[in-house]
């Protein structure tokens, strides 16, 4: 079993910073992608970043490339999305996401292990 813990969200104005960070525990050896997904309401959740933990290859919605960044920590299993220059447009609840496997890796659907979320709000 895998559980992904988010943390870091909040509220910040335009232009500004946030880091999110998500600790994976129980049994790592079954995610070796982590993605972070985002879900406004009444839209459908949206594949912002990934990476594989094997070899560092990363991915990023064409909205935040540039801006967001996504690395993984193997000391001690957590996955990070710095987030520079936000704009109201990001405003979302964040989901981090695990997969043994992704052969598209910023598709939700590729992903098994979700964490609860974290709300992230630009003004």
């Known amino acids: 079993h895998v559980q992904l813990v988010e943390s870091g969200g909040g509220s910040v104005q335009a232009g500004g910073s946030l880091r999110l960070s998500c600790a994976i525990t129980?049994?790592?050896?079954?995610?070796?992608?982590v993605g972070w997904f985002r879900q406004a309401p009444g839209k459908e959740r949206q594949g912002v970043a990934a990476?594989?933990?094997?070899?560092?290859?990363?991915y990023y919605a064409d909205s935040v490339k540039g801006r967001f960044t996504i690395s993984y920590d193997n000391a001690d299993n957590t996955v990070y999305l710095q987030m520079n220059v936000l704009t109201p447009e990001d405003t979302s609840m964040y989901y981090c996401?695990?997969?043994?496997?992704?052969?598209?890796?910023?598709?939700?659907?590729?992903?098994?292990?979700w964490g609860q979320g974290t709300q992230v709000t630009v003004s």
């Open positions: 996401a695990g997969a043994y496997w992704a052969n598209t890796p910023l598709r939700a659907d590729e992903f098994r292990y």
């Open positions: 129980g049994n790592i050896y079954d995610v070796n992608y």
């Open positions: 990476m594989c933990t094997i070899g560092d290859t990363t």
